[in-house]
Structure formats: C-alpha cells, structure tokens
C-alpha cells in the first residue's frame, strides 16, 4: 500500500504556480519523498526526491515540513504540458531492498 | 542514452493465446521492475530484479503470468493463456540501485495490451 495521501485533483492557471500536497505521516527518518509524474499514455517521469531539506531543479521545488510528514511539490510557472497525474511516493523497504508504490496521486489540470 | 526500451508497443490477441512482452533496461542499471496499469487498479508494481535475480514477485496476480530476465539486458513478461482481464499497459522500468535508500526509476513506454 502507499505511504502517501494526496487531493485527487487541483487547478492551476497557466503561468502561476502549482502547489501539490502530499501527507506522509508515518514516513521513517531514512526513507525518502519521491515526485513522479505521468502525462497521458505515457510512462512515470521521474521529478524529484529529497530527504529533509528542500530540494530544487529545472523541473520543481520540493518542500518538505521540519517534521517531515508531508511535502509539497511546487511548480514555479505551470504551463498547459504539465497537465498531468503527479504521484507522491515514499518507498516501501521489502526483502531485497526498496519497492516504488504509486498510489492515486493528484490529477493536475493546468488551464490557459 | 536510448532510454527504457519496450515491444511490441501496442498488442490484440485473442484470449488464450500466449503473450510476451519484452524489455531492454538501460545500461548500467542493476535493478527492473514491470508495472501494470489499468484505470481501475492504477499502476501496480508484478515483480522487480536486482542483478537479473527476481527478488518480490508478491505482486504477480496469478500464475498465468511469468517474469525472467535471463541477462543485464533484457526481460521477458509472459502471459499464458490470457484473457481479457489482462488488458492493461504494461510498463518496464529499470533504476540504478533499487536496493538503497535513493534510486529513481527511468520508465519505458509501454506497452498496451488489448485481450479480446
């Protein structure tokens, strides 16, 4: 099962910034947020991880709380291809090391 | 780099006949994984491998469903027999080092299955 609680869907205006939430609040201190995203028909792409301190790249932001039970993913200036499912996920440890379980994620529609 | 390599892309085939599906990971990566998506189960993960050995295949539905990856570079997932329900886009993956706390998965494009 996946770790994560995210809204199922969210609006964003072409040009503003996207702000996408993620609750993970039995998360453990070694295991890390992961952001994926997955345009229509297409594979995951991977986005962003980050551990405790926030993170950025070309792509995004990571924000994470002090207290590391939830994140937002933040979009600086969405545009109408970032009209997407974006996936939060914290790895799940098994036998053999780390498992990747995409759970619902959020349906991010960007509108002109 | 070529990326996460899968074929056929698209796939009909009637129910009972055998499917594979093939994957080519991309170089250098020790860890694959096959995912199943469908609208009404999401992405599901079947199995993954580390150095080519299958280490969870919890999530295989049935054993109708196979997985091997007889080398660094290539992966099979067959179906057999298959029936409708097992129409869904079928997804390869390959990462670096799955096994460590760190590791992004690079996915293919999939391919979609249509069992008639």
């Known amino acids: 099962d996946a770790k994560t609680t995210q809204p199922p869907s969210m609006d964003c205006a072409e040009g503003r910034a996207a702000n996408l939430p993620c609750n993970h609040s039995?998360?453990?201190?070694?295991?890390?947020v992961y952001w994926y995203r997955q345009i229509h028909s297409q594979g995951p792409q991977y986005i962003i991880h980050?551990?405790?301190n926030n993170e950025t790249n070309e792509m995004a932001s990571l924000i994470i709380t002090e207290d590391r039970k939830s994140s937002t993913l933040i979009l600086p200036h969405a545009t109408l291809r970032d009209t997407a499912v974006y996936y939060c996920?914290?790895?799940?440890?098994?036998?053999?090391?780390?498992?990747?379980?995409f759970g619902a994620g959020t349906r991010l529609f960007v509108k002109a | 780099d070529a990326g996460v390599i899968q074929s056929p892309r698209h796939e009909v085939t009637e129910m009972g006949q055998e499917v594979t599906l093939r994957c080519k990971p991309i170089?250098?990566?020790?860890?694959l994984f096959w995912y199943r998506q469908t609208m009404m189960r999401g992405l599901e993960l079947l199995i993954y491998?580390?150095?080519?050995?299958?280490?969870?295949d919890s999530g295989m539905p049935e054993d109708r469903f196979s997985a091997k990856m007889p080398n660094a570079s290539f992966s099979t997932l067959k179906i057999q027999p298959s029936e409708p329900r097992d129409s869904a886009v079928y997804f390869c993956?390959?990462?670096?080092?799955?096994?460590?706390?760190?590791?992004?998965?690079?996915f293919g494009e999939g391919s979609r299955l249509t069992v008639l």
């Open positions: 170089s250098g990566h020790n860890s």
């Open positions: 491998f580390n150095n080519n050995v299958p280490i969870d």
């Open positions: 996920i914290v790895r799940v440890e098994g036998t053999g090391g780390f498992k990747t379980i």
């Open positions: 039995t998360i453990s201190g070694n295991e890390y």
């Open positions: 980050g551990l405790k």
């Open positions: 993956a390959s990462s670096r080092l799955a096994g460590g706390p760190t590791g992004e998965l690079f």
